[in-house]
């Protein structure tokens, strides 16, 4: 069985500091995704990463993939409050069966 | 801007009582995806289908959950009957190659 797991759960830091999550999976898979949700909406994706050593960037946040080790991180660069939100990573089980497993979510807070 | 729409966005019902939630896909897309948000069990992937075919339930209640998509703009998921552990919100997702697309979710209290 699929099993992903992120860490943090929880992440309350400063404005303008920088922070890394991270999201490790139990089987190989070659495609990651990472979404955002803020309080009482749905979810957003954020990015889509296909192979190993994949690398997006997106504004203040930069998701990258280790397939060898089974570890993405999601790096927050000098962070506003805007950012604030719960981040959710998701790992395809395989190819040919669209079926996402999503970790538990990284509940990000900024302060001021 | 294409967006996959759901309804009722909010949904208060007694237990016992039959709901159904609807989901209308984003066109051209060939997957629809249900996922049920719960703050114990995070989210979890009820059924979902490719081309209107059904291709996996099995995270999915049998005996009280069903999940149809009658034509490629409307899928349906109805619990019946409902209970107060299905208290959730209920997302609807479609996709194409690669990326999911959720909707708004529908929020369901059972009392």
């Known amino acids: 069985e699929l099993k992903v797991e992120q860490n943090p759960l929880f992440l309350s830091m400063q404005e303008g500091k920088n922070y890394t999550i991270y999201c490790n999976y139990s089987t190989t898979s070659d495609r990651l995704y990472w979404y955002r949700q803020d309080p009482g909406k749905s979810l957003e994706s954020l990015f889509v990463?296909?192979?190993?050593?994949a690398v997006k960037q997106e504004g203040r946040l930069m998701a990258s993939l280790d397939t060898k080790a089974r570890l993405s991180t999601l790096h927050i660069t000098a962070a506003v409050h805007d950012l604030s939100a719960t981040y959710f990573c998701?790992?395809?089980?395989?190819?040919?069966?669209?079926?996402?497993?999503f970790g538990t979510g990284t509940r990000l807070t900024i302060i001021p | 801007d294409a967006r996959v729409t759901q309804t009722p966005r909010h949904k208060v019902t007694e237990m016992g009582q039959e709901v159904t939630m609807r989901c209308q896909p984003i066109?051209?897309?060939?997957?629809v995806f249900w996922y049920r948000q719960t703050m114990m069990q995070g989210l979890e992937l009820l059924a979902y289908?490719?081309?209107?075919?059904?291709?996996?339930d099995s995270g999915m209640p049998k005996d009280r959950f069903s999940a149809e998509m009658p034509d490629a703009t409307l899928a349906t998921l109805k619990i019946q009957p409902s209970e107060p552990r299905d208290s959730a919100v209920y997302f609807c997702?479609?996709?194409?190659?690669?990326?999911?697309?959720f909707g708004p979710g529908t929020r369901l209290l059972v009392l």
């Open positions: 998701a790992v395809l089980k395989n190819f040919g069966n669209e079926k996402l497993t």
């Open positions: 997702a479609s996709g194409i190659v690669e990326t999911q697309y």
């Open positions: 066109l051209g897309h060939n997957t």
């Open positions: 990463l296909l192979s190993n050593g």
């Open positions: 289908f490719r081309n209107r075919a059904p291709l996996d």
